[in-house]
């Protein structure tokens, strides 16, 4: 079997004018096996992955040390202090969880509703939102200061008969991150069943054989373990789809059960959602872009794919917008002193400019996507993708210090300054994120063969017939 070129495999024109179908051509299962399986089983990867993992080595060394050196030294090497209690940490937090929400949504919303163009995206997008879970994790456990204490965290007897508050949002979390994360991470293994059975047929040595058949789990495609595998994948699209839901609106009850001033609000969990669609579909653009670049899978990861996320993210950063727009119409319609301070002072005072730039990156840069061109150029997409990233983070950033630093009492005030410790961490934190998307880069389909095949015109028995009656 030859394999078609890496650049362009099946010469696609991708000018703006072209209307891309959501996979090119007609071409066989065995070429489109290939052309997936080649990114694993090439003898080395390209020299972007090299270069791309030592830089993501070296920032998760960065990580491992600064987790280290606030390990023997004490949380004061943060810049947290009283009154802001909650920095970076819980920033980062939220905004992990956040770019962990689209994966799910592309995976099993869209597949409920059987969205065909889901399938070349899907793979990437579940792997994104496990590793962004894991990183999302790591800020809870360190801020709680003595590390060595977190399991204090989880609803389990110690030693000192010391159980968590069950009405705190806090103990909340640790529920509904804990299940999302363990029902994606389902989720994504059952759905790489089939193409780890691909790859163990495939394999070349001992090794990979022996690795991808102990996953595959047996399989042999037979009519019983397609059923079973049908029937799995939907139980678990149903059950992870009221989690893209129900888990940010438990962060958002962070802020939102409190008393504070800019905090207490019933528009956060539909608004901290819609935020984590967001910046999710942005975070699989960033990703999506370069990978289809560098492994010549242009042909899976069409314009239309890339163009269907810039809608998404149009939808949701109008929405995010006008969540802003509400939140000070609701601080004035409700006459409270302390609320609408809160608001004037988050755009207004010494933290204007982190609120003017997440408006700028949230509101303002989404909306090139009402046009076309811009939609379809990959230069566009993959800098506005950026953006919105950096603008979801002040966004965290701003609720969580503005209103910490200046509450109810002038007496109490504060001013929060981050120190090289946290900016290094949270740089770090994309190490982490980075190192594991690239190993699964290298070692796992990179896309769903299985679903692409199922959608393919050689998958439909009548495809011949409709061929026919279109050509009389």
Not at 107 to 136: D, G, H, P, Y
Not at 337 to 353: C, D, I, K, P, T
Request: glycine share 6%.
């Amino acid at each position: 079997m030859t394999t078609l070129p890496v650049d362009n495999p099946m010469n696609v024109d991708e000018s703006p004018d072209t209307r891309a179908p959501l996979i090119i051509g007609h071409e066989s299962f065995d070429t489109v096996t290939a052309e997936i399986c080649r990114v694993n089983e090439a003898k080395k990867p390209p020299r972007a992955w090299y270069i791309a993992m030592a830089m993501s080595v070296s920032l998760l060394g960065l990580l491992g040390c600064m987790v280290g050196y606030l390990i023997f030294t004490g949380v004061g090497v943060w810049g947290n202090n009283n009154p802001v209690m909650w920095g970076f940490p819980i920033v980062n937090f939220v905004f992990w969880v956040g770019i962990g929400h689209a994966g799910t949504l592309i995976s099993a919303i869209l597949f409920l509703f059987r969205q065909k163009w889901r399938t070349s995206i899907n793979r990437f997008a579940e792997a994104m939102t496990i590793f962004a879970v894991i990183c999302a994790g790591l800020f809870p456990g360190i801020h709680i200061g003595r590390v060595w204490l977190a399991y204090w965290l989880f609803p389990i007897p110690n030693q000192m008969d010391m159980w968590p508050q069950f009405r705190s949002p806090l103990l909340w979390d640790v529920f509904a991150v804990s299940t999302y994360f363990t029902v994606s991470l389902l989720f994504w293994y059952v759905g790489l069943i089939p193409d780890l059975a691909t790859l163990r047929d495939r394999a070349t040595s001992k090794i990979k054989a022996f690795s991808y058949g102990l996953f595959s789990l047996g399989w042999r495609g037979s009519m019983r373990h397609w059923h079973r595998y049908e029937r799995a994948y939907l139980l678990l699209a149903a059950l992870a789809t009221p989690l893209v839901l129900s888990v940010h609106s438990v962060v958002s009850f962070d802020f939102a059960v409190s008393q504070l001033p800019g905090w207490h609000t019933t528009i956060f969990p539909p608004y901290f959602v819609a935020g984590a669609i967001f910046s999710g579909f942005a975070m699989v653009l960033t990703l999506a872009i370069p990978a289809r670049e560098l492994w010549g899978l242009k042909n899976f990861i069409t314009l239309r794919h890339l163009e269907n996320m810039a809608k998404i993210v149009l939808l949701t950063g109008s929405m995010v917008g006008y969540a802003y727009g509400m939140e000070f119409f609701i601080a004035w319609y409700s006459g409270e002193l302390y609320e609408s301070f809160a608001f004037v002072n988050r755009a207004f005072g010494q933290y204007a400019w982190a609120y003017w730039i997440m408006v700028s990156c949230n509101v303002i840069t989404p909306q090139i996507f009402w046009f076309k061109a811009c939609r379809r150029n990959i230069w566009v997409l993959f800098v506005a993708s950026l953006f919105v990233n950096i603008g979801m983070w002040f966004e965290r950033f701003v609720i969580t210090v503005t209103s910490l630093a200046q509450d109810f009492l002038p007496s109490s005030w504060g001013w929060y300054e981050p120190t090289w410790v946290d900016f290094v961490t949270f740089l770090g934190s994309f190490g982490l994120f980075m190192t594991l998307f690239l190993l699964f880069i290298r070692y796992l389909p990179v896309l769903a063969i299985a679903e692409i095949k199922a959608i393919m015109p050689a998958a439909d028995p009548h495809a011949h017939d409709h061929d026919e009656e279109a050509h009389e």
